[in-house]
């Protein structure tokens, strides 16, 4: 892994409050994106990790604090500002428009852009060369793929709009070792090619041995941050979601 330490920050997040109509799900979080690095999101199911990345792309309405991208206030920006400003977020469920094409749902990634046909197949090159399986699945219905394949097709959406900052929800939910191991490399090579990722895992061991830094969050609240390396080894992270996975 590169140290990062020293690397600019993409995203600032102080003091964030949001959630539902009149229910607030977070509750002042504090969190920091450096450039260059995997960023994991940690904590039980109801936390509130995936109200975060949608209150972050702008899907969720902030109701007090800020969010910085470049020192820029984004907070009351629009999901399609918020895209063409350089932050994909991948959503938890994938979200593909499963009558269409794997090609075709590449190809509305990047419908911000605004790119020639020779750039976009270039674009599609590099995301079949990055998961194989979607070249072979190119005119398959994406809905009909398996789980893994959609995800890699939910990944690959979100890098054809050319972020500097991919957000994704629940990289492993509901999917095989094997496949969950293949998407890892396949975010480790783009992290290596400059990529900043922010991701939200279930799977503990795997987010915390995946990034650098990782945020740890309950109710609605960070509880917990640092290097995910020294996460690994916090006696209270392990009995709270270490321990309880291996039983």
Not at 55 to 74: F, H, M, N, P, Y
Not at 91 to 109: C, H, I, K, Q, Y
Not at 168 to 191: F, H, K, M, Y
Request: net charge negative; glycine share 10%; with cysteine.
């Amino acid at each position: 892994m590169t140290d990062t330490s020293a690397a600019p920050v993409l995203l600032q997040v102080e003091g964030l409050r949001s959630g539902y109509g009149e229910i607030t799900v977070l509750w002042g979080v504090d969190m920091q994106v450096r450039a260059g690095e995997i960023t994991a999101l940690i904590g039980s199911n109801g936390a509130g990790k995936s109200t975060m990345m949608r209150t972050l792309s702008g899907l969720v309405a902030t109701q007090r604090g800020r969010s910085l991208w470049d020192g820029r206030e984004i907070q009351h920006c629009s999901p399609a500002e918020i895209l063409g400003l350089g932050i994909a977020h991948v959503p938890e469920g994938r979200r593909l428009f499963s009558a269409m094409t794997v090609e075709d749902n590449l190809v509305m990634g990047a419908y911000l852009r605004r790119i020639g046909r020779a750039e976009m197949q270039r674009e599609l090159d590099r995301i079949y060369a990055i998961f194989p399986k979607l070249a072979e699945r190119r005119d398959q219905a994406a809905g009909t793929m398996s789980g893994g394949e959609q995800q890699m097709c939910a990944i690959g959406r979100g890098i054809m709009s050319a972020p500097r900052l991919l957000m994704i929800d629940e990289l492993s939910l509901g999917l095989s070792p094997l496949l969950v191991e293949q998407l890892i490399t396949a975010l480790q090579r783009l992290n290596r090619d400059g990529l900043t990722i922010l991701v939200v895992e279930q799977d503990v061991m795997t987010a915390l041995e995946l990034s650098q830094t990782a945020y740890v969050m309950d109710t609605g609240r960070m509880v917990r941050h640092g290097a995910s390396s020294e996460l690994l080894r916090d006696p209270a992270v392990r009995e709270a979601y270490l321990g309880a996975m291996s039983v």
